[in-house]
């Protein structure tokens, strides 16, 4: 069986006032697709600013749109392989 590794790169940055902490996570897969999934963590005016915070939130959070994108994007493909079957006789 062929072992396959995947890396996805998180940038992270803040807004000026470290109110707002933006994270892309890019995976791009050995047959060069792309994939991406973007999120914010926001800080309550109240709290004190702890970036450590901001960024393991926001990161997580783009993770997670990654996650559902890479999902979405297989269940596309299942329903294409299975349409173009259908369209051959498979």
């Known amino acids: 069986m062929e072992a396959k590794q995947w890396n996805v790169q998180i940038s992270i940055s803040e807004d ?3 109110d707002v902490t933006t994270a ?3 995976l791009f897969t050995d047959r060069g697709k792309r994939h991406e999934g973007v ?3 926001r800080r ?3 709290d004190q600013p702890v970036p450590d915070i901001g960024d393991e939130l926001a990161a997580g959070r783009a993770l997670s749109t990654l996650a559902a994108q890479l999902i979405q994007d ?3 493909d299942v329903a294409q392989t299975a ?3 259908r369209e051959y006789g498979g």
């Open 24 to 26: 892309r996570a890019v």
């Open 44 to 46: 309550n005016p109240v």
């Open 16 to 18: 000026d006032n470290d």
């Open 83 to 85: 349409g173009s079957a």
């Open 39 to 41: 999120a914010h963590a």
């Open 74 to 76: 297989g269940a596309q």
